[in-house]
């Protein structure tokens, strides 16, 4: 009889650090989480964490998991890194960090435009990209850092996502995986490799090639723990450190989504809905479909910007008791919520939310949150069974925009993040949707995103088809109610589809109005 060989996972999500076990079959063994804060904020609008607080949580993390195992970790073949999408590191020749990272959160702009030639304008222009690639230009942490810290800029050796940042930290190789790279960078989509030295993208950021590190496919050895990282974690000294991809491209993996027809409902703190793909496509002209774990593979990706961090805000605001309680208990906040949800018929009585704290899917800056039919009978309960209906509501109409433009049917929708532990959520998923909504059988599916490129790194598996296969498995499913199917279907037509474009008029005057008088 084969040993059993097993895995190391570490995420480092939004709001927490975990690290974990997995075997062979995709079962999770073992788990430790270190909750960690976001980010802390100097002015209005940004978003920041120092490095070392993310190495160190994450170091903690690992600590806590080995007292949880019940055989030796001679027995982990690899271990592999997820991280959240676009937070960024900016490393000195010294390799330690020049500043705080730059968190994927932080909404900080430049005022400068691209630096193109003049037939790439009027091409740009042409073609209607001029305001993408101007907005692309003005986001870039790069540039803000450039423009705003320039003393700090001509110190930067290397460029790092956080996701390259832990690699560094744990081999001391300046590497990282192409499905971890998502950002402001001069990155080619299509190509799936660092633009060509005549692309656009070089001029309207300020990198040079030898600021970015190597990027390699997912299944790729990054490097080795190094003994100093051996000591901090607790990681065997030179186990194989194998490329993933991001938290969002783990998920999609790990939650068993290898086609079109497969959608990756992920309810986090940012909240999307994708498919994978062989094929490049845009759901959005100009807004790029992202590197996939499997190499040369697409995730055709809408999202809605801090998703379901509205709930750890409702949570901060209106649920000092739930919170209470979900701290003591290890829960996620989304099932002690679930009796609030639970007091309030679908449809929420006529509430109605718009879940647009942030810009999403190229909507523009003047794009806001709207709550609308407030009456007498509203309660607290009503506004988050709205926060969710809203959320779910705006996950469709991507759903509809990605058959429309991939021209293939969603049939099956898997459903992760801390919200599918809600079963009242995962109802409300169905009844929008009006279709069978699955959770996989495990919640952890960015970690078992990236167990699978372990597993195909070492060799266990001959390619992610299979490895998928063995390892990510349908859990509860949930069927649509007919009469709420009916009632959400149309507040989805007759209402919500209509109040964006309805409200953004008084979108832009409230714009207008309140950025003149700051």
């Known amino acids: 009889m084969t040993k059993p060989t097993y895995f190391l996972a570490i995420d480092n999500g939004t709001q927490s650090i975990r690290a ?32 070392d607080y993310f190495w160190s949580s994450l170091c903690l993390a690992c600590q806590q998991l080995w007292p949880l195992l019940d055989f030796p970790k001679a027995a982990i073949a690899a271990v592999s890194v997820t991280t959240q999408r676009a937070t960024v590191v900016p490393m000195g020749a010294d390799h330690k960090p020049l500043r705080s990272a730059i968190s994927w959160l932080d909404q900080r702009q430049v005022d400068s435009k691209p630096a193109l030639g003049f037939f790439e304008t009027v091409l740009m222009k042409l073609v209607k990209a001029k305001d993408i690639v101007d907005l692309f230009h003005r986001q870039s942490e790069g540039n803000w850092i450039a423009q705003n810290e320039p003393d700090i800029w ?124 062989d ?148 109802q409300i998923t169905a009844d929008i949707f009006g279709m069978t909504v699955y959770r996989p059988h495990t919640f952890e599916t960015s970690s078992l995103g990236a167990a699978i490129a372990t597993a195909v790194g070492i060799g266990l598996y001959p390619d992610f088809s299979v490895a998928a296969a063995n390892m990510t498995h349908a859990g509860d499913c949930f069927e649509p109610i007919m009469k709420n199917k009916i009632l959400y279907n149309d507040l989805f037509n007759k209402v919500y589809k209509k109040m964006y474009r309805q409200l953004k008029p008084s979108y832009e005057s409230l714009r207008a109005i309140t950025e003149s008088r700051r």
Request: proline share 6%.
């Open 154 to 277: 001509r110190q930067v050796n290397k460029f790092l996502l956080l996701s390259g940042y832990h690699t560094y930290q744990l081999t001391g190789q300046y590497t990282d995986a192409i499905a971890s790279t998502v950002g402001y960078l001069p990155f080619d989509y299509k190509k799936l490799r660092w633009a060509s030295a005549k692309d656009w993208t070089w001029r309207a950021l300020p990198f040079a090639r030898n600021m970015l590190p190597e990027i390699l496919p997912a299944g790729s050895i990054l490097g080795h723990i190094t003994p100093q990282a051996a000591e901090q974690t607790g990681i065997p000294v030179g186990l194989p450190l194998i490329a993933s991809g991001s938290d969002k491209a783990c998920e999609v993996l790990g939650t068993g989504c290898t086609d079109a027809h497969t959608g990756s409902l992920s309810y986090g703190s940012l909240a999307t809905l994708n498919i994978a793909t």
């Open 279 to 426: 094929k490049y496509m845009e759901a959005i002209p100009f807004h790029p479909a992202y590197p996939g774990v499997i190499p040369d593979t697409f995730n055709v990706e809408v999202m809605v910007q801090r998703g379901y961090w509205m709930v750890s805000w409702f949570r901060t605001e209106f649920g000092l008791r739930e919170e209470q309680l979900a701290a003591e208990q290890d829960l996620a906040p989304e099932v002690l919520f679930d009796d609030l949800l639970a007091q309030v018929p679908a449809g929420s009585q006529g509430l109605m939310l718009q879940p647009y704290w942030s810009p999403s899917n190229g909507d523009g800056p003047e794009t806001r949150g709207a709550i609308i039919g407030f009456s007498e009978a509203h309660t607290r309960a009503h506004l988050y069974r709205a926060m969710i209906e809203g959320l779910t509501y705006a996950l469709r109409e991507g759903k509809e925009l990605l058959e429309k433009r991939s021209g293939i049917p969603i049939t099956k929708l898997m459903v992760s993040g801390g919200g599918s532990q809600s079963d009242q959520i995962m």
């Open 20 to 51: 974990m076990i997995f075997d062979e079959q995709g079962t999770l063994i073992a788990k430790s989480k270190v909750d960690i804060e976001p980010y802390f904020s100097n002015q209005t609008g940004w978003a920041e964490q120092e490095p």
